[in-house]
């Protein structure tokens, strides 16, 4: 065995810090914010996503204001969306890209009046994001305010989601739809309440402000969810529940040496827009000459699991390598996603990913691998 | 954390229980408890020579693979078929029903750690 690995800088404290250790969670160093990795079981807590509902704290993300009267026409020229066309209480998800046309992160944009945005970044980017926005401001009329530190995010998820969430808010969820955001109150406490999420399941996402409650909105929904199966759930099963549904992950799908054709993203380019934006130019000429790799899904035939930077081979010869991959508790069996080089006949062909020197046999299948029923 | 006072320790998070010539090796409830769900063991062959420090299989979780390391010198003699066809047992048994493999001992085992230098170990990197 190796020894596990210890955390080295002290690691910053989402608010719900106290209800992770009362809960007994494993605590791991993520993007440096100290995070439940699992309460229990992971493959238990994934489970209850699919079958009942599970909560996650995500105070860890970056959350990113712009405001002002150009915010929509600085978006429009920083991020490759179209963010001027989102109405007030949607929201998309996007994109933003240097001059080359690499990812910098993929973002979950809501507007939440004419004049503010609020950007949603990975935690291991939202600096970086922060800045490329404060930059790309230059001229604009809009001001961009990183107010991560103040905002707690909690999400609940799963098909049961909705009715538990129900009884604890004012907000009439049946007009809340899949991408949109509303100021409401959850367990008497106001928050942005909105119908996104990253397992593949219905779901809400819970932004409070400081001071909010977050510990006592995190109480009210387990209180409520729990007769419904509910659990809490760490980022372990957070990231097999996205891989199952095919989302990408930052650091492992997207990196700045891919543009959103490689990643399969192409349609958040909105290369039809009004005006210029960053990385156009390239991502035009992307469009044109189409991706240089393709992402595919494979399931292995063993139970060896093939992981991020492991070689796949096809008829014994690379042509390409893993981004991620995990035991997948709704199939039974390893999955993964891998960039392949454009040109690889991915139809047919024995298919294999070296796992530490052996290869172990693949089936190449579409992505995503798992769609709940709608 | 559970740390039995009748075995031996390695520091790569091995048991051994030494019982007429025999070890019998599996992982610690740390190492267990550290790794999360376990989805495949691979102890190493029936028949396999192994050496002290040197790796013979793999543990694999959701999060990650490691490595065994023998905690002994000898030829393999058996192995935990029930752990290779359930990997759960490991973490939720790993000093019973989850034990990886046997091993006849070449010669006297060296350098293991008594209960209370594990113990001690696992503090400094719990």
Redesign the interface.
């Known amino acids: ?4 690995a ?1 955390a080295t800088a002290e690691p910053r404290r989402t608010p719900l810090y106290e209800v992770h250790e009362r809960l007994g969670a ?1 605590l791991v160093d993520f993007a440096g914010w100290l995070m439940p ?2 309460y229990g ?3 238990g807590e994934h489970r209850a996503v699919r079958e009942a509902a599970g909560l996650f704290d995500l105070s860890h993300m970056g959350e990113i204001h712009v405001r002002g009267p150009q915010a929509d026409a600085l978006l429009d020229h920083a991020l490759v969306g179209h963010l001027s066309a989102v109405a007030p209480g949607r929201a998309r998800y996007t994109m933003i890209t240097a001059e080359d046309g690499g990812v910098l992160d993929d973002l979950i944009v809501y507007r939440l009046a004419a004049d503010d945005y609020l950007v949603v970044a990975n935690a291991a980017n939202s600096d970086a994001v922060a800045a490329a926005l404060r930059e790309r401001a230059s001229g604009f009329d809009a001001e961009v305010a990183d107010e991560s530190a103040e905002y707690a995010l909690i999400a609940v998820q799963g098909p049961r989601a909705a009715e538990i969430l129900a009884p604890l808010t004012d907000a009439d969820l049946s007009d809340i739809r899949y991408y949109a955001g509303y100021f409401h109150t959850v367990a008497g406490h106001p928050v942005l309440l909105a119908r996104t999420g990253y397992t593949g399941e219905d779901g809400f996402e819970i932004f409070l402000r400081p001071g909010s409650g977050a510990a006592a909105v995190w109480d009210a929904l387990s209180a409520a969810g729990e007769p419904h199966g509910l659990v809490p759930a760490g980022l ?1 099963a957070r ?2 529940l996205r891989l199952e549904a095919g989302m990408p992950l930052y650091g492992n799908e997207l990196t700045t040496e891919v543009t959103p054709y490689e990643a399969g993203l192409g349609r958040v380019v909105k290369l039809d827009k009004p005006g210029d934006f960053v990385g156009r130019a390239a991502l035009a000429a992307r469009a044109r000459s189409g991706p240089s790799r393709t992402l595919v899904g494979l399931v292995a035939r063993g ?3 093939p ?1 991020q930077g492991y070689t796949v081979l096809r008829e014994d010869q690379p042509v390409g390598v893993v981004t991620s991959g ?2 997948s508790p709704t199939l039974g069996r ?1 999955i993964a996603v891998a960039y392949v080089d454009a040109g690889v006949d991915t139809a047919t062909g024995a298919f294999a990913v070296d796992v ?1 020197g052996r290869a172990e046999p693949v089936d190449v299948v579409e992505l995503p691998f798992y769609r709940r029923e709608a | 954390m559970s740390v039995p006072a009748e075995l031996g320790y390695t520091s790569e998070h091995e048991w051994v229980a030494i019982n007429e010539g025999v070890a019998t090796i599996g992982i610690t409830a740390f190492a267990a408890e550290s790794l999360g769900d376990i989805v495949f063991v691979e102890p190493p062959e029936v028949g396999a020579t192994v050496a002290a420090g040197e790796p013979c299989g793999e543990v694999e979780s959701t999060k990650s693979v490691s490595e065994i390391y023998a905690p002994v010198n000898g030829e393999v003699v058996d192995i935990n078929r029930a752990a290779v066809d359930e990997p759960e047992l490991v973490g939720t048994d790993p000093y019973g029903q989850g034990w990886l493999f046997k091993v006849e001992l070449a010669d006297e085992p060296a350098d293991l750690l008594t209960p209370e230098q594990y113990t001690q170990l696992t503090e400094g990197e719990g």
Do not use: G, H, I, N
């Open positions: 065995m190796s020894a596990p210890a494993a990795l699992r079981s992971e493959a372990s990231d097999t139970r060896r699991v992981r995990a035991p390893p530490r």
